[in-house]
């Protein structure tokens, strides 16, 4: 967390994924393709990296709140399976519909933190940081995808 000396006039919440090792979990990935998912941090690492910058640079009139979804995707005692409903911080009912969607998982309850803390504060913006999936780098290629959500879209 950092805050600015004064008054903010923005408040800035990033949310980035650290999926220290991806196996598939339950559904485990197979074929050889398991190498390399060590790499699946990166948004958590982009996320404490801004902040490392944002600590050196102490940038005026905003506040930047950094979370980090850290989780390994392993399979054992703990692994959550298909079908299974698990209850996020909002309160929504979730039905696991394959275990290498973990990203989504592990990102959703630390969006929903950032979500209550933003009520309140000065201009808040909440952004996510991830790893780019197989299916994104199909819909895009090997570039960054960067999506407006809602209320940005109506903020012109």
Do not use: W
């Not at 999926?19 to 393709?33: H, M, S």
């Not at 490392?52 to 979370?67: E, Q, R």
């Not at 309140?120 to 913006?125: I, N, T």
């Amino acid at each position: 967390r950092y805050s600015c000396e004064g008054t903010a006039k923005k408040t800035v919440y990033l949310v980035g994924k650290g999926i220290t090792y991806d196996t598939g979990g339950a559904d485990i990935k197979a074929g050889g393709i398991m190498a390399g998912m060590s790499r699946d941090k990166c948004g958590a690492a982009s996320a404490a990296g801004f902040m490392k910058s944002v600590s050196l640079f102490k940038p005026k009139d905003v506040n930047v709140v950094v979370g980090m979804a850290m989780v390994r995707n392993s399979v054992g005692e703990n692994c959550y399976v298909a079908d299974e409903i698990i209850t996020s911080r909002a309160g929504v009912r979730i039905r696991v519909g394959n275990t290498d969607a973990e990203g989504r998982m592990a990102m959703v309850d630390v969006l929903c933190r950032a979500k209550e803390m933003a009520i309140g504060q000065p201009d808040p913006h909440i952004f996510t940081i991830a790893t780019l999936t197989g299916h994104a780098v199909l819909a895009v290629g090997n570039y960054s995808i960067a999506m407006e959500n809602g209320p940005a879209r109506q903020a012109g």
